[in-house]
Nanobody, 118 residues
Framework: QVQLVESGGGLVQAGGSLRLSCAAS????????MGWFRQAPGKEREFVAR????????YYTDSVKGRFTISRDNAKNTVYLQMNSLKPEDTAVYYC???????????WGQGTQVTVSS
């Protein structure tokens, strides 16, 4: 069982930055691929970024490439999402998720609100 707790959301002006953190419980964090997803009002939840468990390879949705960076600190059981050059369309609830090795995302956090004002 893995429990995930996100933090770092808030209100920021367009062009600003935020860093989200997701702290995970458990002793096998390094065996989990970690992902960030977001859900804007009236829209479906969408993939934002992920970092794999084995090589730490990273993947991003096109709309955030070059602006967002996902990273992980296995010693701290934490995954981060550095968000720069934020746009109003980045406004959403951001969720952290964990997938054991190459499996499905079975564990989800409660979400953290990010609001970008124009």
């Amino acid at each position: 069982q893995v429990q995930l707790v996100e933090s770092g959301g808030g209100l920021v002006q367009a062009g600003g930055s935020l860093r989200l953190s997701c702290a995970a419980s458990g002793r096998t964090f390094s065996s989990y691929t970690m992902g960030w997803f977001r859900q804007a009002p009236g829209k479906e939840r969408e993939f934002v970024a992920r970092i794999t468990w084995w090589r730490g390879s990273t993947y991003y949705t096109d709309s955030v490439k070059g602006r967002f960076t996902i990273s992980r600190d296995n010693a701290k059981n934490t995954v981060y999402l550095q968000m720069n050059s934020l746009k109003p369309e980045d406004t959403a609830v951001y969720y952290c998720a964990a997938a054991y090795k190459d499996g499905d995302y079975d564990y989800w956090g409660q979400g953290t609100q990010v609001t970008v004002s124009s």
